[in-house]
Structure formats: C-alpha cells, structure tokens
C-alpha cells in the first residue's frame, strides 16, 4: 500500500477528517449477490463533527504528527477544503450521506492543489489498491480528455437522471453529441491543466445550480460529473476499480468480485467494512480490509461517531 506514493506523484486517497467549517484532508494510502442472509446494511455514518466537537485549529498539525508516525517515509502535504466553497449548491439525495459536502471536494481540486501539480490521482477513502499505482498513474488522457476512469457501458444511463431531465430537450440534448457511459468518481486519473483551463468545476456547479431548480437527479456528486464527462473519458480497465463492496444497498447482501483481474478493491455503496468488522458481522471480503485498518481499538466502543476521513496530498499547509 505505502508504494503508491511517489516523491513525484500527486496520488490521492481520499480519507476525510470532516468538521463544521472546513475539512482537513490528509491523502494516504494507501457481480454477483455473494453470501448468505442476515446482512442488513444501515447507512454509514455521516463523518461530522457535532456542536459538541468543534473545529480545533491544531488538528492539522495533530493529524499530520500522527501520519508521520504512522508512515515515517512518507512525503506529504495536507490541505484545506472548505465546506463553504460547496454548502449552498448541495440538493438533498436519496441517501443523506450522499449529501455529504466532502463528496464534492474532488470538484475543487484545481482550486484546491498547487497550480505546480498538474496532474492527480483521486481515490475514494472506502478502497484498497493491490497493485502498482504507477501503472494508474501512466495512464494517457488522450484527445485532450479531461479524466479517466473505468467505464460502464452496459448500465442503464437513463437511471442517473429524472423523467422531468429526459423529457426536457433542452437539458438532454447534453448528450446527443456523445455516447454515455456511467463511470464510477471514486477512481479517477485527472488532467488539472486540461481542467483548469477548462473551468470544469464551473461547468459541474452550473448543473448543480439547474438541479437545485428542477430536480433532474438523485444521486448527489455522481450525475454532475455524468453530464459533463460521460461520453469523453478515457477508458480504463476495469481491474482498477472493482466496485460495489459495500453490499447490495436494496437487499442488504453482500456481493463478490466481478470476474477477472483486481488491482483496485472498492467498497462503495452503503455498507462499509470497517464497519461490519467492528460489529463483528463482516462480509468475506471485508477481511482484504482489515490488514489495512490501522484502528486498533480503545476505551470507546463504538467508532461509528468518529469522522472517518481526512484528505492527503503529496506537496502541505504544515511546513
């Protein structure tokens, strides 16, 4: 896992470290209904501080004494994404923790990064990458493509949006130049020139704005990034993101991986493993996790009220 930084790479794991005013984000790294019943999954829980737990200008500083601890080698940079930059154009969702300002931080970074780094790896903070990150990171972004990713192109593209979106020629016609596929934003490889230059993070916060107008999605962070890319991404194997391991999020099963290679496990979707592992109710991949969870207990129980995440990036707010 630790050989996925690179002194030259902006790689990105996204754990996140969610407060009320602003986040701190410290980036580390790091098919079919599988097993049997009893797996009810509950939402995971929303990684916010409470009124009781505010802010605490020293957590950068605590947070990245404890990275350094935890990985001495590592050469890190910790910045700032505040929640203000995204708070007004967050509609509700289909499930709260899909309204959750940290998914949209991955919209800023061009604003956020150093404008010296050109180019970045995103990864979700539910994943485990088994394979050399490099061969991720070498991936072209051909005819001036903006971000790769793997594609799905036999899913149903029309489930993204709402009835009132596909009977609006106006807003569909978005997608009468291209070919739609759904990609999962949990994995992507990104040109920050290219998106810079491009001002796609204004492009996504014009749909926002359309959808807080007329409700023409349901699914948080994902449709805006479907409307602006889908159709001009750069196709990536499928073994980089071996998604959906959170568990089947209608009938609470667990699932297995899809047929072929794995480079990327990705426990997307409501059930988390570290979840079910302190519950001691996992499901039988939920154990690929547990060697990379570095909690190692304590005096309190129950680790569902911590903020699960922070957001790590190689050049830091701490010097």
Request: aromatic share 14%; net charge positive.
């Amino acid at each position: 896992m630790r050989s996925i930084f690179h002194a030259a790479a902006a790689v990105f794991l996204l754990h996140f470290f969610l407060t009320v005013t602003f986040s701190v984000g410290i980036r580390t790294i790091g098919g079919g209904d599988g097993s049997g019943p009893g797996f009810g999954f509950s939402e995971a829980p929303d990684y916010r501080n409470g009124v009781e737990c505010p802010f605490d200008p020293a957590s950068p500083r605590v947070l990245s004494k404890l990275v350094r601890s935890t990985f001495p080698s590592l050469n890190f940079k910790i910045y700032i994404f505040r929640e203000d930059a995204v708070i007004n154009l967050i509609s509700s969702s289909i499930r709260q923790a899909l309204e959750n300002p940290l998914n949209y931080a991955r919209n800023y970074l061009g604003d956020i990064l150093d404008l010296c780094v050109d180019r970045v790896i995103y990864l979700d903070s539910d994943l485990v990458v088994v394979d050399d990150i490099h061969k991720l990171w070498n991936t072209a972004l051909t005819n001036s493509r903006v971000i790769g990713a793997p594609e799905y192109c036999h899913a149903n593209f029309t489930k993204y949006f709402t009835d009132g979106f596909w009977s609006d020629p106006v807003l569909s016609r978005v997608f009468h130049s291209r070919r739609p596929c759904y990609f999962n934003t949990g994995v992507m490889v990104m040109d920050l020139v290219r998106w810079r230059e491009g001002n796609y993070r204004k492009r996504i916060e014009n749909w926002m704005e359309i959808q807080r107008k007329r409700r023409i999605y349901e699914l948080g962070s994902l449709p805006p990034f479907l409307l602006v890319f889908a159709g001009n991404v750069e196709a990536i194997d499928h073994k980089w993101n071996q998604h959906g391991l959170g568990g089947d999020n209608v009938r609470g099963s667990c699932r297995s991986l899809h047929t072929g290679p794995v480079s990327l496990l990705h426990w997307s979707g409501k059930g988390k493993p570290w979840v079910r592992l302190d519950a001691r109710n996992p499901c039988p991949l939920d154990h690929l996790w547990k060697p990379y969870d570095l909690y190692k207990g304590s005096s309190i129980k129950d680790r569902s009220s911590f903020p699960s995440s922070i957001f790590l990036g190689f050049s830091s707010y701490l010097s």
